[in-house]
């Protein structure tokens, strides 16, 4: 591990389901953050392909280690040098017709360093009529998976994944430092819950906390909710992307040393009782 600072981003884009386009704009921003001078970069849920009915997902779902999804994470993750968090992309799983959704780490050799498949499913109906049934096209993963990448060691979840608390005590118990929820929120539980869900999480964690959301409306006529965040792991905002507000991204410095100390001063995760 180099210097006590880490230097992270979060891109927030709108994705549609033409992955071609997405890799694209997906590039333009993750050369931008590297630009900055990021070292770690995440990208939100969905980034590649965010269908216009769920079922689409399967006709995009790629084998484990190759396609056109996992090359230009692999790539772009070389040329730039950086750690690179493929947000989430549908991979084919142990099932003929439901895939996964896999979130991918990669190091700044361009190889992939984890592979997290999204635990919890959003299977839920919102007020108003709109409603989401994932399991139907996607299988859970069952592995809790934390990545050793240059910048720390990694907590990997996925969106829906945030309400789900314990899922973020097994990635600490795992020794996370950073916690990861790339996401595409929507807009109306994003409203009510989202920024408290993300800094819930880290405070009650001690972590930092990249969460990379899609923000904006889709071709699939959803709105999601955006506000990609970087949070400390006192529960301060580092940076943030505006609500709904389109393509972006939000760049920090993560001070570990100042996680150090305050687990120190406040070790409250030496106080559990089970
Ligand atoms: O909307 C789309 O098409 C893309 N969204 C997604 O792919 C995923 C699974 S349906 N969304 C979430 O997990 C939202 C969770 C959430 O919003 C919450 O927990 O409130």
């Known amino acids: 591990m180099g210097s006590d600072r880490v ?19 997906a590039g333009a921003w993750v050369d931008a953050a590297a630009g900055d001078g ?6 939100p849920e969905n980034f590649a392909f965010l269908g216009r009915h769920e079922r689409a997902a399967l006709e995009v779902g790629e084998p484990d280690g190759a396609g056109p999804i996992q090359d230009f994470l692999a790539t772009t993750a070389q040329r730039l040098g950086i750690t690179l968090v493929g947000g989430s992309l549908p991979m084919q799983g142990d099932e003929p017709d439901r895939v996964r959704s896999a979130c991918l780490v990669y190091g700044p050799d361009g190889r992939r360093i984890a592979r997290y498949d999204k635990r919890h499913l959003f299977d839920v109906s919102l007020p108003g009529g709109e409603g989401y049934r994932e399991s139907a096209t996607f ?6 998976v934390v990545a050793d990448t240059p910048a720390g060691r990694l907590g990997v979840s996925i969106c829906y994944d945030l309400r789900f608390p314990e899922h973020y005590r097994a990635l600490v118990d795992a020794g996370a430092e950073i916690l990861l929820a790339p996401s595409a929120f929507t ?31 889709h071709a699939n006529d959803r709105r999601t909710h955006g506000e990609s965040l970087i949070i400390d792991p006192w529960g301060e905002r580092l940076a943030a992307c505006p609500v709904g507000g389109g393509p972006g991204m939000a760049v920090a410095d993560l001070d570990r040393s100042q996680q150090v100390a305050l687990r120190q001063r406040l070790p409250a995760l030496g106080h559990r009782r089970g």
């Open 38 to 43: 990021a070292e770690l970069v995440v990208l």
């Open 139 to 144: 299988a859970p993963g069952d592995e809790i």
């Open 7 to 25: 230097r992270a981003a979060v891109i927030q884009m709108v994705s549609s389901d033409i992955v071609p386009d997405n890799l694209r704009d």
């Open 187 to 217: 807009a109306t539980t994003g409203a009510a819950h989202w920024a408290v869900l993300v800094r819930a999480r880290a405070v009650e964690n001690l972590c930092f906390m990249l969460a990379a959301d899609q923000g904006g409306l």
